[in-house]
């Protein structure tokens, strides 16, 4: 996986997933404290880019979104349910792979032991 030199979170999300609407104001802090560091993106795996759009905007989610509409990056993570995060170190390898929510203490702990980021 490419990187721009930076780390990756990369956060598989769904509209109609609980957890991950829950999760998504942490991502989002975190990425207002370190997006300088460390690239969030959130990747929506079912819904309509409108729907996905209009959700996230609801939110305040300043992130990068995307989609995986074909499920091959779900599927490449082993993802069989929602939220999964997966964290991409600088070389573009991905280090660890989180299955469910994420709040924001386990995402600072993770960000700061998978990606070696104080």
Partial sequence: MATDGRPLVV???ATWCT???EEMPHLQA???ARGHEVRFVGLNVSDSPTRAA??????GITYLLGRDPDGDFSE???AVGLPVTAFVDRSGDVVHVHH???DANDLATTIA????LP
Avoid: S, T
Wanted: proline residues 8%; charged residues 25%; aromatic residues 4%.
């Fill in 113 to 116: 032991d998978r990606l070696a």
């Fill in 54 to 59: 209009a959700r996230a905007d609801e939110m």
């Fill in 19 to 21: 957890p991950c609407l």
């Fill in 100 to 102: 469910g929510p994420l």
């Fill in 76 to 78: 490449a993570l082993g």
């Fill in 11 to 13: 956060n598989l999300w």
């Fill in 30 to 32: 975190a990425h207002e």
